[in-house]
């Protein structure tokens, strides 16, 4: 909760080192209007700095498109019958490649696909038999009896996808069978990112004060669409089994990596933490803020925001599990699917699948606005740092980024959209993500200081943070995050697509994206210590000036540093520079007077 980047000029900071600006040319940040527009926009949201904001500016791309599909989905749940709900034609779907999945077929639904595959993976060859039958799959090849032929192929089907699926996949994407063939732009999904962008830009070309209120609604609404697509889906039937499922501990996940890895990376997204958003809204918040309450408000809103939300994904998925007559296992999946197969197919057969289609993707909406403003605001505003001449044309500086966004994101919307999603997914949204929170503990354990770290939150705050605080940071956080990182770079898998292995140079494509990144900490550290004389203390020093922007606060900084001998830590000593009794004594930045 606490990411921070010392010594850096163009960042805004951490909650706790938002208000200290050292360059005196950029304005007095903008306040929060209220104390409850900073924290819904924080739950909203629910060198370093460089990699930081790199992330947020791919990431901002590729999760505008996911947006997308929700808003079109929205758009969709006004028709009835749902569209998703049957094999229509008016959307392109065949009885070759689309099926009802249906309550009356239960588990008997077989589809022939499923049996091609289970024949040629046995290795069935009976070739003693006096009439046989080729069976092909995946570029193999089997022969069986006629008699095994018809008794096996007996009653299924020769469509290879639920209506949901088929209406995700041909339909939602119209996906192409590879990545090279990624053909025009689909017109549907490129108006429905066009209005998405029109509605981002809208809700933050005029900064917080404007983003601050939009989050009052969009941070607090999806509650009560929860509460009540909740009471509807634990009074289901089978809500309990998807409840068992959910809640039942597996113990021997434990001891699975992977378990783990995604549980952090969960945490991550779920926070905002390494993305800047939570870096973003600190910078607003008045220098005397209490950051300890907001911080124990955010996670304590985020876990059970989580545990809330999932109780009422697994109700319904129990109910649906229950309808077809299949374990759970069969209708949970993973990434998009989740939210755009198999919930929209649990929807359309409750009663008025409409409303709570409605409910559902309102409430996703409102979600990915959210996420998407606390995105946008970071790197507009880290934009405007860098730059202080855009800091007087907020106005310009947005519509430029959500411009210049949307052009970029435009592959996106082609037939290969989902392809590249992946990619950028796979590598921008986990690997940096872990990268710069490493780094962070890094930086703020150990370069900038645990003591100075310390002095600056009870400057700020009056008390200090807790030991389990600078224990977790200094020690826990690095090890864990360094371990997860190492994890992550040797377990990470080809990129898939269902059972489509995307091709090497894809993946490759993912890893430039990466390592752009990456390098950025790499290069700004080699210059910091280039420009520093290749002093490595003072490289990794914040500068001498480094305080509060305030004059008020600045002053009286500077003296209670000096007082508190913890400078001596970090400045080493020069011609202007003179220890006295272990305490530093050298000419400090001139401090503005007091009014």
């Avoid at 699917?337 to 409102?366: C, D, H, K, Q, R």
Wanted: hydrophobic share 45%.
């Amino acid at each position: 909760m606490l990411p921070a980047t010392p010594g850096q000029k163009m960042m805004p900071r951490s909650p706790a080192l938002a208000a200290p600006i050292k360059n005196a040319r950029v304005a007095v940040r903008e306040k929060w209007s209220n104390h409850m527009e900073f924290l819904c926009s924080c739950i909203g949201n629910s060198g370093n700095a460089f990699s930081m904001m790199w992330g947020a500016f791919i990431t901002t791309i590729y999760y505008q498109v996911v947006l997308t599909y929700a808003f079109l989905y929205l758009f969709h749940s006004f028709k009835r019958p749902l569209p998703w709900s049957d094999c229509f034609k008016w959307w392109g779907a065949t009885p070759e490649g689309c099926y009802r999945r249906s309550p009356e077929h239960g588990s008997g639904q077989r589809l022939c696909e499923n049996v091609r595959r289970n024949l040629v993976a046995a290795g069935l060859n009976d070739t003693g038999a006096a009439h046989l039958v080729a069976v092909s799959y995946m570029n193999r090849t089997v022969l069986v009896s006629q008699n095994e032929y018809s008794a096996r192929f007996a009653g299924c089907l020769n469509a290879n996808a639920s209506s949901t699926e088929a209406f995700y996949n041909d339909y939602v994407l119209n996906a192409s069978p590879r990545i090279e063939d990624a053909g025009e732009l689909q017109p549907a999904l490129l108006i429905c990112y066009g209005l998405c962008w029109t509605l981002i830009f809208l809700a933050i070309f005029k900064g917080i004060q404007v983003s601050g209120k939009v989050a009052l609604i969009t941070a607090t609404a999806p509650y009560y669409m929860l509460g009540v697509m909740l009471l509807r889906g634990i009074t289901l039937p089978g809500a309990s089994i998807g409840l068992r499922y959910l809640l039942l501990p597996r113990w021997e996940s434990l001891f699975d990596g992977r378990v783990w890895a995604a549980a952090t990376e969960q945490v991550f997204y779920s926070l905002s933490i390494g993305t800047g958003g939570l870096v973003l809204y600190g910078s607003f918040q008045e220098f005397r803020a209490d950051m300890h309450g907001s911080v124990r408000i955010i996670c304590i809103m985020d876990f059970m925001t989580s545990a809330f939300a999932s109780l009422v994904i697994f109700s319904v998925l129990g109910n649906l599990a229950h309808t077809l007559d299949v374990p759970v296992d069969e209708v949970v999946s993973a990434g998009p699917g989740l939210a755009f197969i198999t919930y929209p197919e649990a929807l359309a057969l409750l009663t008025f699948p409409n409303v709570w289609s409605v409910l559902f993707f309102t409430m996703l909406f409102m979600l990915g606005i959210d996420s998407q403003m606390a995105n946008c605001e970071f790197v507009i505003k880290s934009v405007q740092d860098l730059f202080p001449p855009l800091e007087g044309r907020r106005e310009v500086a947005t519509f430029l980024y959500c411009v210049a966004c949307f052009l970029i994101g435009l592959p996106l919307t082609t037939r290969a959209g989902l392809y590249i999603l992946t990619i950028l997914d796979n590598y921008l949204g986990a690997l940096i993500v872990l990268f710069t929170c490493f780094g962070e503990t890094l930086i703020v354990g150990w370069a900038y200081g645990m003591d100075r770290f310390c002095f600056d939150v009870a400057f700020m705050t009056g008390r200090c943070p807790s030991y389990y605080f600078l224990i977790g940071i200094k020690y826990v956080s690095p090890v864990v995050l360094g371990t997860f990182l190492v994890y992550t770079l040797a377990t990470l898998p080809r990129s898939t697509v269902g059972d489509y292995v995307l091709p090497t140079w894809a993946d490759g494509y993912g890893w430039v994206l990466a390592l752009v990144g990456m390098a950025a900490v790499v290069i700004i550290a080699v210059a910091r210590v280039i420009q520093c004389g290749s002093n490595w203390q003072k490289a990794l020093s914040p500068d001498p000036d480094w305080g509060p922007y305030e004059a008020k606060y600045r002053a009286r900084y500077f003296v209670q540093l000096e007082e508190s001998g913890i400078a001596a830590l970090y400045y080493p000593i020069d011609k202007d520079t003179r220890y006295v009794g272990g305490a530093f004594r050298s000419p400090m930045p001139r401090i503005p007077a007091i009014n």
